[in-house]
């Protein structure tokens, strides 16, 4: 599951979490994952489909 910071944004679904698991989710993030829920199928690791960051500001602030 994503970091405490992550969970501000509320309850994740199913689907949010399967997406965050296929596209952003580090492979350490991913193992953890598997290894809390087992018996759930784990989605194959993929480059997101767009860079969703560019035009976010760089630091430092």
């Known amino acids: 599951m ?10 994740w679904g199913d689907e949010q979490m399967r997406l ?4 952003y989710a580090t492979d350490e993030e991913r193992a953890k994952h598997a ?5 759930e199928k784990m ?4 480059k ?3 860079h969703r960051d ?5 630091g430092p602030f």
Request: positive net charge; proline residues 19%; without cysteine.
């Open 2 to 11: 994503p970091d405490d910071e992550a969970l501000f944004l509320g309850s």
């Open 35 to 39: 290894k809390e829920y087992p018996k």
């Open 20 to 23: 965050w698991l296929r596209y």
């Open 43 to 46: 989605p194959p690791k993929e």
């Open 54 to 58: 560019w035009r976010l500001p760089k």
């Open 48 to 50: 997101p489909i767009s």
